[in-house]
């Protein structure tokens, strides 16, 4: 990637969250829930989009993140948190990734829900760490000694988080590391022929994305304040397959465009239902089409 490329991302992400302290509460709230719906799409699209390995543990991985981020913080260590939240959240991602030695396809995505379920058990029943059904408590984020105590605050933060997870992604898939995922994607016959180590491939895929969703956790955790283990169920992993099937599978680009639409929709689909008194019926279709969408897609994998 070009230096003046980098220079000039670098630019506009300052002048984006500069702005961000214009906006009003309501409208900095908006801007920070499609920027972390944005950067878990981006690793979950680096995942599924250009690795070609289905995952329904995405919401838990949230949690992990969000978990640890919220303990870590709390104790003391700031800034911090955010790089331990994506530790972890590679730890947990290379522990689920391992039966996608041998597990492909569907087999694997079964296997992630496996994992998806476990770890929101244990959410609610290592309560020394994640206080159990009531949550955990999160203190605000701390930048350099600062606590972060407005929505325009959390905006700017996330916007600069999304800038470096981008370049460092668009600047992964240009190495022999993200061609390796390319080839694995169409053809694990084929990455073995041309001397593609595939288990390791795999591996990398994982732990990199898993790294990054634990950052997201963290960002989601900090900005609502609360980690419940109610807020990171199979429903959330479906909505982040659906920003990335409604964006596009293998665009970067099309990750914020699918979160963009999957966290504003529930906004606009409340303010229409309560117009029309059809409110629940609404959400009941919303989910309804996730659900159509990742079907359709099945077949890809």
């Not at 948190?81 to 947990?92: D, F, K, N």
């Amino acid at each position: 990637m070009r230096a003046r490329n980098i220079v000039l991302a670098a630019l506009l992400a300052v002048v984006c969250a500069t702005l961000c302290f214009t906006l009003s509460r309501f409208a900095a709230f908006l801007v920070y829930t499609v920027v972390i719906g944005t950067i878990g799409a981006l690793a979950l699209n680096l995942l599924i989009g250009y690795c070609g390995q289905i995952s329904f543990a995405q919401g838990a991985l949230l949690g992990v993140g969000a978990y640890t981020a919220g303990n870590l913080g709390n104790a003391g260590y700031d800034m911090l948190s955010l790089v331990g939240a994506g530790v972890a959240g590679a730890l947990v991602s290379a522990i689920i990734g391992l039966p996608a030695m041998r597990l492909r396809g569907l087999y694997f995505a079964i296997a992630t829900l496996a994992a998806q379920a476990i770890l929101e058990y244990l959410f609610k029943t290592v309560e020394p760490i994640t206080k159990g059904v009531s949550g955990l408590t999160i203190l605000p984020l701390k930048v350099f000694g600062y606590a972060v105590a407005s929505d325009q605050g959390y905006a700017a933060v996330s916007i600069i988080v999304l800038l470096l997870a981008w370049l460092f992604l668009s600047w992964l898939m240009r190495t022999n590391i993200g061609r390796a995922f390319l080839v694995v994607r169409e053809s694990e016959l084929v990455a073995k022929g041309m001397g593609i180590n595939v288990g390791r491939t795999k591996m990398f895929a994982f732990v990199i994305s898993g790294f990054i969703v634990g950052i997201a956790g963290a960002l989601l955790g900090f900005t609502s304040r609360l980690a419940n283990p109610e807020a990171f169920g199979l429903h959330l992993s479906v909505d982040y397959i659906a920003m990335i099937i409604v964006g596009g599978l293998g665009s970067w680009g099309g990750s914020l465009i699918g979160a963009a639409f999957v966290t504003l929709l529930p906004e606009a689909i409340q303010r229409l239902g309560e117009s029309l008194h059809v409110a629940d019926l609404l959400f009941a279709l919303r989910e309804m089409t996730f659900g159509l969408l990742i079907i359709n897609y099945f077949p890809h994998f």
